[in-house]
């Protein structure tokens, strides 16, 4: 189903949802970003972009994303995603009953989340749990869609399939089109009239999709987003060797960030360093975003037609601001 936006696009696949389930409630993480209408504004985690703006949608509930650095507590990998898994089965003893449950929706890399990579058996473990209650699966891929992560999806890395997905960004190239893609049998649950808009496939945005879709094939930018994101993530980690301020370097294809910490704990996060490092770039021509809860991460989703060497340059001036900032 096409429409205009990100957010258009999860308030329909939630609405689907509900209708396909005939159930009332909805599972989201912290961390989240899902948009500024009222139900994706709900499922968003961040307060600072839902202030003095509710009530909110009901019958929505929350867990915490799975996030290996800041929370595993020297768990491994394997051990931390098992307790997870544990919390989100005790979720329908002490949040909300499961059979109550219409929908759970994630982002498999949180955008403003500060690019954190949900591990892969949290999510096989995330899809066994649905099909156990039958809870529509949602994957939010507004951001990590369209070679972002070296692939169509990020959940083409998971090999695992939802039952709805939500896709836009980079699907225009800047033209307002979205959408929602799933199952037959749970897009056709919706009841005529209740999944509308006024603009929904709008001809010149679906244009500027078809020919960013062909771009997208013509020059390979799937591969493009691997090598892009090799050189991130080659320049990160090296800059972590140097810098113990960098606490962690995460990300998936092209999506890579940077976290930025006290003392090397990742419970300690360190925004004004960040902020720092933001202004220092801005002054030298750079425009960076910082991410996540705490402000103390750097995102990084360069246009996947960037050149090698104006990609270094980039990050060239941000280890020279990071070098600065900390010696300040």
């Given amino acids: 189903m096409l429409m205009s936006t990100g957010a258009e696009a999860a308030e329909k696949a939630i609405k689907i949802a509900k209708q396909a389930t005939k159930r009332d409630a909805v599972i989201c993480y912290t961390g989240a970003f899902h948009g500024r209408t009222l139900m994706a ?32 507590n020297g768990l491994t990998e394997d051990e931390y995603v098992q307790q997870e898994l544990k919390r989100l089965h005790e979720s329908g003893k002490n949040l909300v009953n499961p059979k109550n449950v219409a929908a759970i929706i994630i982002e ?6 500060g690019f954190t990579v949900a591990p892969q058996a949290y999510i096989e473990g995330l899809r066994d749990f649905c099909d156990e209650h039958g809870i529509m699966l949602i994957f939010d891929e507004v951001q990590s869609g369209f070679a972002r992560t070296g692939s169509w999806g990020a959940m083409d890395h998971y090999n695992v399939i939802p039952d709805l997905s939500t896709w836009a960004k980079s699907m225009g190239s800047g033209m307002p089109i979205a ?27 679906c244009a500027a999709s078809l020919a960013t879709i062909q771009y997208i094939k013509d020059v390979k930018l799937n591969e493009r987003g691997v090598e892009v994101g090799n050189i991130l993530r080659t320049r990160f980690e090296a800059m972590q060797t ?31 360093l960040c ?4 202004k220092g770039c801005a002054e030298q021509g750079l425009i960076i975003i910082s991410a996540g809860t705490y402000k103390n991460n750097i995102r990084v989703l ?18 020279e601001e990071i070098r600065k900032a900390t010696l300040s």
């Fill in 242 to 272: 140097k810098f113990p301020q960098i606490g962690d370097v995460r990300g998936l294809g092209a999506m890579m960030a940077i976290e930025f910490v006290k003392n090397g704990d990742p419970r300690q996060p360190d925004g004004d």
């Fill in 41 to 72: 504004m709900t499922l968003t985690s961040k307060i600072d972009y839902k202030l003095n703006c509710g009530p909110f949608a009901p019958e929505v509930y929350r867990l915490p994303l799975p996030n290996t650095y800041r929370y595993s």
């Fill in 179 to 205: 959408t929602v893609i799933g199952k037959a049998e749970v897009m056709d649950a919706a009841a005529p009239g209740t999944i509308g808009g006024t603009y929904i496939g709008n001809p010149v945005a």
């Fill in 275 to 278: 902020s720092k490092v933001v």
């Fill in 108 to 113: 498999l890399v949180q955008g403003e989340g």
């Fill in 302 to 319: 360069s246009p996947l037609t960037i050149s090698n060497d104006l990609l270094n340059k980039g990050l060239d001036i941000i280890e």
